[in-house]
């Protein structure tokens, strides 16, 4: 198994930002990838939506595609644009929000 959750982009190149709308009032996501060493989902958020601090097992990497997210990890804030990334370190408090309407590709590696 290839891991991949949607074989119509399998080995096509594609605009990831294209893949997922933006809904009023709501986080919406899309699983590209998922297997036991770990997942890539793509995200889009509503201004003003967020996801609540939380901690996990395994580092993480959050890369924006569109738009501006606010990212919390431990007690540093940081704005993170289009085109940047951010590593969320494993069993670090970590919360995101959105100023504004924005797109992020989320990486998870899991250890095994």
Request: aromatic share 6%.
């Amino acid at each position: 198994m290839t891991g991949l959750q949607d074989q119509d982009i399998f080995g096509k190149p594609i605009n990831l930002a294209n893949l997922l709308s933006v809904q009023p009032k709501a986080i919406v996501s899309r699983i590209l990838v998922k297997h036991s060493g770990g997942s890539i989902t793509l995200f889009a958020f509503d201004a003003g939506q967020a996801v609540s601090e939380h901690t996990a097992p395994f580092d993480a990497m959050i890369h924006v595609l569109e738009g501006t997210a606010d990212v919390t990890v431990g007690q540093d804030k940081h704005t993170v644009n289009a085109g940047k990334s951010i590593l969320l370190p494993a069993n670090v408090p970590h919360a995101v929000r959105a100023p504004q309407a924005f797109k992020m590709l989320l990486f998870m590696l899991r250890k095994e």
